[in-house]
């Protein structure tokens, strides 16, 4: 059986970090695409980094860029979210989520989900 677990979230004030960690069992993430979203009170759910399964990495959320930084450790079957530098617009539940195929390109369609962390930023 496959399962995400995100963890990492909590309460952090404007401009400080945070790293998300998604912890993966029941397939390898070797050559899977993986990616965080995350969804605000109120608002879709929206893609905020992605990587391929060839390692391609992708911010489809401009605000994120230049802040949050994605990365992977395959042996330990674990992918990470660095976020720095946070604003109060970042505050969503973050989730992680990938695919039964390989070699995605970017973006999951999301096979499988976690069930997310919830990030706050407020002073």
């Known amino acids: 059986q496959v399962s995400l677990v995100e963890s990492g979230g909590g309460l952090v004030q404007p401009g400080g970090s945070l790293r998300l960690s998604c912890a993966i069992s029941?397939?390898?993430?070797?050559?899977?695409?993986i990616g965080w979203f995350r969804q605000a009170p109120g608002k879709e759910r929206e893609r905020v980094s992605c990587?391929?399964?060839?390692?391609?990495?992708?911010y489809p959320t401009d605000s994120v860029r230049g802040r949050f930084t994605i990365s992977r450790d395959n042996g330990k079957n674990t992918v990470y979210l660095q976020m720095n530098n946070l604003k109060p617009e970042d505050t969503a539940v973050y989730y992680c989520?990938?695919?039964?195929?390989?070699?995605?390109?970017?973006?999951?369609?999301?096979?499988?989900w976690g069930l997310g962390t919830r990030v706050t930023v407020s002073a």
């Open positions: 990587m391929g399964g060839s390692g391609i990495i992708t």
């Open positions: 989520a990938t695919d039964r195929a390989l070699w995605g390109i970017s973006c999951p369609s999301g096979d499988y």
């Open positions: 029941g397939f390898t993430l070797d050559r899977r695409a």
